[in-house]
Each structure stands twice: as C-alpha cells, then as structure tokens.
C-alpha cells in the first residue's frame, strides 16, 4: 500500500513532490497545498487524481500518511508543527528554520507528539559526500581535526539574489539559507556540532546594482541564464538586498576539531571542494558531481603531489548526483517503519544554529561566539530514533 503524501508548497522545490510521486512503487502524492494560483495548477497538471487546495487544515483532513514541507523557508515551521500535531509524518526540506526558536519548536512538536520528523539535508546522500565520508569511517586519514569547505557559488546572483532569498527578513542571510546544507556536511565530516563561531563578510557586488524588480509570481527558473554575466551586470535584482554575497566562517565543533566555510556569489564556476584532514592524512574532492574525484594523501611527499589514492565518484541517477531519489527512498521508509536514518533533525537544527549565529558574528564585531545547544532530552529522543523511555510515538505501519 502506497504511502498517502500531502505536499505543502510547489514551488521551486516541487521537483522533490515528483520523485516522491511513485504510484504502485510506495508513495503517493494525494494532495498539494499552495497559496499560488499557479502552482495550484501545475499540481494538478503534475497530479491529476490529487487533492489541490489553498487551505492546510483542507490538506491535513484529507488523510494523509505524510506531509511534505516544501515552503520558503520562513514558512516551515507555520507548517510542520500543525502537520506533527495532526499526527502525520513530516519532511521538512532544509534549511529546517530561519531561527533557532523555530527549529526548537519543530523538534518540540515532534517530541510532544510523538509524529515522525524527518529534514531533506539531501547533501548526506550525495555520492561525493558519502564517499569522504566511508573514508574517514575506515580510518584512512586517523582521526578527524580540520575540515575546510569553499563553496564557488556560480550561480550565486540568478539563485539568491532576485528573489526573496535576498531579503534578509526572509532567510536571515546566506551563511544559514545557503550555508545550512554545508555547516551540516562539516558537522558530519568532523563529527561534531559547533559549539563556538566567528564570521565576516560583506555584500560586495550585488549592493551596488541598482536595476531592481518585483518578481513576485516568478520563479529561478524563469530568469536563470548562463549568459549573466559578468556579476556586475545582473540586472532585475530583488528589490531589497540586504545579504551577504561573501563570507567566511570559523567553527569550534564539540570534540575539539576545527572548521572553516567560505561562501561567494560572484565566482565564474559553481562547485564545492571539501579538504578534510587527520592525524595520519588528508581526503580533498575536485569536483563535486559524479565522476569527479576524491584524493587521499597518507604518505609525506616534498612539496606538492598527487594523491596516494584517487577514488572516482560513483555514477547515480536522478537529481543531486542521485541524492533527491535516495532522500526520498529513506524517507518514505521511515515513514513506514521509524528507526535511525542518515539524516537528522538535531543536525538539521544545529545547522541552523550555527548559521543563525554566524551571521550575528558577521554582523556584529566578528568575535567569538557560543552556539545554544538544544535539550539534552531532544537529543538523546532524535538521536535514539524518536522513540521516548516511555514508549511514547506512533509506531503505525502504513
């Protein structure tokens, strides 16, 4: 029997709603929510025996096993925490929150209720990524000490800047909206949260492009083009822009190890390398899609060398290097059985929570600042497979 989703928000993100589309195969897309004219009618050209409505309660009565949060992200946590007190599981795409309130709210409605959480950090499911990852669990470079992130943010002025996401009451900033898949990559990686952060940047470029347009009703997609180009010339910016286009961060993680992440708008290419480095050696990825490489140096060498061991890669299908489709099979299994799963909603929080810290450095003095920690009750809930001492949560097998 299928898994009966109710998707709220199909909009940029939908294409999460269409993997998750498997009528016959698990999961079933039943009902989509939207307060956009248009998007109500792309769901039902996309899903034409599913529900399409304007109204969440009309969505949530419509018995759903789940409910997919596929919203701005300033609108998250107005979704899930109804949707977790109606007793549904719920996926909350990343980044969780734009606040730590809100993503404390999130996991406290779960917890309270006892409903299925579950947050769409794809980024743990990207091949490149699971790759550095096995590495560092066999112990090919010793114990964990520095991870290094820069993130060439091609794209940078199509994707953030001519629409909401420029707007910082909207996404705080892009060392969180952006930043959130990262920081929850290094925190993986390094094996710990943060505990302390420091940050600096500024809004280099697109603060001083004055050609600026009302979007509203338009999406990425309708604007993005290869051809803008160069950055200074972006034309039709969102009419407030009020973030970052370049930063850096410092992170202390619990454990001890170190962590930096470098964030720009304006580069010609758009890619992520990550350096990871350990007591007996280094990892380093070129390139960040499939077929791209991951070098592992264990040896001294003289100056600069080829890595000791390249490893390609592995090929995937669907879309972030075959990530969208894996997050979307763990999902829908957790939805029917529970249990432990790749990603994970103190994770996703405490992304949040580095990110949302990170800018008040960078806005502040850029001085050293200590990230809250959630509930030792939450954590040891989550972490435990979101079962309670007391037997509490649903343990309903669609």
């Given at each position: 029997?299928?898994?009966?989703?109710?998707?709220?928000?199909?909009g940029?993100?939908?294409?999460?709603?269409?993997?998750?589309?498997?009528?016959?195969?698990?999961?079933?897309?039943?009902?989509?929510?939207?307060?956009?004219?248009?998007?109500?009618?792309?769901?039902?050209?996309?899903?034409?025996?599913?529900?399409?409505?304007g109204?969440?309660?009309?969505?949530?009565?419509a018995?759903?096993?789940?409910?997919?949060?596929?919203?701005?992200?300033?609108?998250?946590?107005?979704?899930?925490?109804?949707a977790?007190e109606?007793?549904?599981?719920?996926?909350c795409?990343?980044?969780?929150?734009?606040?730590?309130?809100?993503?404390?709210?999130?996991?406290?409605?779960?917890?309270r209720?006892?409903?299925?959480?579950?947050?769409?950090?794809n980024?743990?499911?990207?091949?490149?990524?699971t790759?550095?990852?096995?590495?560092?669990d066999?112990?090919?470079?010793g114990?964990?000490?520095?991870?290094?992130c820069?993130?060439?943010?091609?794209?940078g002025?199509?994707y953030?800047?001519?629409?909401?996401?420029?707007?910082?009451?909207?996404?705080?900033?892009?060392?969180?909206?952006?930043?959130?898949?990262?920081?929850?990559?290094?925190?993986?990686?390094?094996?710990?949260?943060?505990?302390?952060?420091q940050?600096?940047?500024?809004?280099s470029?697109?603060?001083?492009?004055?050609?600026?347009r009302?979007?509203?009703?338009?999406?990425?997609?309708?604007?993005?083009?290869?051809?803008?180009?160069?950055?200074?010339a972006?034309?039709?910016?969102?009419?407030?822009?009020?973030?970052?286009?370049?930063?850096?961060?410092n992170?202390?993680?619990?454990?001890?190890?170190?962590?930096?992440?470098?964030?720009?708008?304006?580069?010609?290419?758009?890619?992520?390398?990550?350096?990871?480095?350990?007591?007996?050696?280094?990892?380093?990825?070129?390139?960040?899609e499939?077929?791209?490489?991951?070098?592992?140096?264990?040896?001294?060498?003289?100056?600069?060398?080829?890595?000791d061991?390249?490893?390609?890669?592995?090929?995937?299908?669907?879309?972030?290097?075959?990530?969208?489709?894996?997050?979307?099979d763990?999902?829908?299994?957790?939805?029917?059985e529970?249990?432990?799963?790749?990603?994970?909603?103190?994770a996703?929080?405490?992304?949040?929570?580095a990110?949302?810290?990170?800018?008040?450095?960078?806005?502040?003095?850029?001085?050293?600042?200590?990230?809250?920690?959630?509930r030792?009750?939450?954590?040891?809930?989550?972490?435990?497979?979101?079962?309670?001492?007391?037997?509490?949560?649903h343990?309903?097998?669609?």
């Amino acid at each position: 029997m299928d898994v009966r989703i109710g998707v709220v928000g199909f909009g940029l993100r939908g294409h999460l709603a269409r993997e998750a589309h498997r009528p016959g195969a698990g999961s079933r897309v039943v009902a989509v929510c939207d307060l956009s004219e248009r998007s109500r009618a792309e769901a039902a050209e996309a899903f034409p025996d599913a529900l399409v409505t304007g109204s969440l309660s009309e969505l949530l009565d419509a018995g759903v096993d789940a409910v997919m949060v596929l919203t701005p992200d300033d609108r998250h946590a107005e979704v899930a925490v109804p949707a977790l007190e109606a007793g549904v599981a719920v996926f909350c795409e990343k980044p969780l929150a734009i606040s730590i309130e809100d993503c404390d709210r999130i996991l406290e409605a779960a917890y309270r209720t006892g409903s299925r959480l579950y947050v769409g950090h794809n980024m743990r499911h990207m091949p490149v990524i699971t790759l550095m990852r096995r590495l560092i669990d066999e112990g090919r470079i010793g114990e964990v000490k520095a991870v290094w992130c820069r993130h060439f943010v091609g794209n940078g002025g199509d994707y953030y800047f001519k629409d909401w996401h420029a707007d910082r009451s909207k996404s705080v900033g892009l060392l969180l909206q952006k930043g959130a898949h990262d920081i929850d990559v290094i925190h993986w990686l390094g094996g710990g949260y943060s505990r302390r952060v420091q940050a600096i940047g500024s809004l280099s470029v697109y603060g001083g492009i004055q050609d600026r347009r009302d979007r509203s009703g338009e999406r990425m997609h309708d604007w993005f083009s290869l051809d803008n180009w160069p950055p200074t010339a972006a034309e039709g910016l969102n009419p407030v822009v009020d973030v970052e286009d370049i930063s850096q961060v410092n992170l202390v993680l619990e454990g001890g190890a170190l962590a930096s992440y470098q964030q720009c708008h304006f580069t010609p290419d758009y890619w992520r390398n990550y350096t990871v480095i350990g007591t007996e050696g280094r990892l380093e990825n070129f390139g960040d899609e499939p077929g791209a490489e991951v070098r592992l140096w264990n040896r001294r060498h003289e100056g600069a060398a080829p890595g000791d061991e390249t490893f390609i890669v592995p090929e995937a299908e669907g879309g972030h290097g075959g990530a969208d489709r894996l997050l979307i099979d763990e999902f829908v299994a957790f939805v029917r059985e529970g249990g432990a799963t790749v990603t994970s909603p103190v994770a996703a929080r405490n992304a949040v929570a580095a990110g949302v810290v990170a800018t008040a450095s960078l806005r502040g003095d850029g001085g050293l600042l200590a990230v809250p920690e959630l509930r030792p009750e939450l954590r040891a809930y989550f972490d435990g497979g979101q079962v309670r001492e007391d037997g509490a949560g649903h343990e309903r097998v669609v």
